[in-house]
């Protein structure tokens, strides 16, 4: 059976700056010696070990929803890893909740293609995510990798291909009196053929890097944001997840998501479990009108 924990990089831990490759805006320490290209590897081999392994084989099955305008139905899948089950890093334990959902590989009403999907989901993820996601109203861009990537020229191997490596803020929009949320994620994606893909979000620690490049977890939003909206004062949350798209045998599409989270501040972590699984059902919904409005276009 898949171990619980593949490694310590697919964790609700925020990754500090010495666990990333060399960046620009990094500063050099004396234990920076990751290589990028081995993290990129190890990362994906993560993603797609634990959509392919650890969530069939570990996680219990629960309910099956619907997602309107899609048309296919959503299986709803949990485990509660305890913490003598994680890494000796980690401090707690994690409930992760991931969803199932099959659809068809076409152009039509209620679903959308592969390549739909990998345009949407893959290629600039957290952009996208924001153009289709109606509470996020700021994706900023903090650091991007892909310039180190093509001036070194090596392969990532694995069959890996049209990598993409950046740091995000993503900035939610709550219902009051609750703050909003901004989530620092390091953003992994690649292609792992012609048809299917992996996309990969660990939280990360961005306190000491430039302020300058930061915008909502340091706050400077609150003097610099470009609209009241994004002036408001955020709490700063985790999340880490896997997507796992791929064509099937029978020429379908099968999206897989699995993630943990914790928003922080006053919403407690029961109401937060109670509320995932409904918030992950509908992004099915969610993404598949999106494909449609794009396809109107």
């Known amino acids: 059976m898949a171990h619980a924990s593949p490694s310590r990089l697919l964790r609700l831990r925020a990754l500090k700056s010495q666990d990333l490759p060399p960046h620009p805006i990094i500063r ?32 219990k099955e629960g309910a099956e929803k619907t997602a309107a305008p899609a048309t296919a139905k959503v299986r709803i899948l949990a485990r509660d890893m305890k913490k003598d089950e994680l890494p000796h890093l980690d401090a707690k334990g994690e409930t992760w909740f991931a969803r199932l959902s099959i659809h068809e590989n076409k152009a039509a009403e209620g679903t959308a293609t592969i390549d739909e999907f990998e345009l949407g989901l893959r290629q600039q993820h957290a952009t996208n995510e924001m153009i289709y996601t109606p509470t996020i109203y700021d994706a900023h861009l903090v650091a991007d990798w892909s310039d180190l990537m093509n001036v070194a020229g090596r392969s990532v191997g694995g069959g890996y291909t049209d ?35 992996v996309v990969v979000q660990i939280p990360v620690d ?74 992950i059902t509908k992004d099915v919904g969610v993404f598949i009108k999106h494909c449609a409005e794009q396809r109107a276009k």
């Open 206 to 279: 961005v306190s000491d890097l430039p302020e300058a490049e930061v915008l909502y977890i340091n706050g400077r939003n609150r003097r610099d944001g470009e609209s009241s909206l994004k002036k408001k004062k955020t709490v700063h949350g985790e999340y880490v997840s896997v997507e796992r798209v791929k064509k099937t045998e029978s020429g379908d599409i099968s999206w897989l998501m699995a993630a943990s989270s914790d928003a922080k501040g006053a919403v407690p972590l029961a109401v937060q479990k109670w509320k995932l699984p409904d918030e």
């Open 163 to 197: 990598i993409t490596m950046q740091i995000y803020e993503m900035a939610h929009q709550l219902p009051f009196p609750l703050a909003n949320r901004a989530f620092a994620q390091l953003i992994i994606t690649a292609n792992t053929s012609s048809d299917s893909f």
């Open 28 to 59: 050099p320490t004396s234990s920076n010696s990751v290589d990028l290209f081995q993290f990129i590897r190890d990362v994906l081999d993560d993603g797609v070990k634990f959509a392919e392994e650890v969530v069939p084989e570990t996680f």
